[in-house]
Nanobody, 122 residues
Framework: QVQLVESGGGLVQAGGSLRLSCVVS????????MGWYRQAPGKQRELVAR???????NYADSVKGRFTISRDNDKNTAYLQMNSLKPEDTAVYYC????????????????WGQGTQVAVSS
């Protein structure tokens, strides 16, 4: 069974920084892309940043230049470094991973973490 566990959320003042971590554990054959999404109260979940197994990244326009996604493939871990935080970054942040399940299934399966709360005060 695959499990994603996020950590690193908390309360921070505007302009501050936080670093989120997401550890993937369980019966893993290979991890394809990993990503961070967020959901603020009353809003839809949105993509924050995504990174492929080869290290290619893409970001939401609202976080470009402030957030950096990275991963350590040896540790099955993804990170999200968040700098210059703004009150509008307040949300529950979710980790996502596309994990390849070997034969007989032979498919990518989408997994999600339970989320970690980030609150930015003005």
């Amino acid at each position: 069974q695959v499990q994603l566990v996020e950590s690193g959320g908390g309360l921070v003042q505007a302009g501050g920084s936080l670093r989120l971590s997401c550890v993937v554990s369980g019966s893993i054959f290979s991890i394809n892309a990993m990503g961070w999404y967020r959901q603020a109260p009353g809003k839809q979940r949105e993509l924050v940043a995504r990174i492929t197994s080869g290290g290619s990244t893409n970001y939401a326009d609202s976080v470009k230049g402030r957030f950096t996604i990275s991963r350590d493939n040896d540790k099955n871990t993804a990170y999200l470094q968040m700098n210059s935080l703004k009150p509008e970054d307040t949300a529950v942040y979710y980790c996502n991973a596309d994990i390849y399940i070997p034969p007989p299934l032979s498919k990518l399966v989408d997994y999600w973490g339970q989320g970690t709360q980030v609150a930015v005060s003005s």
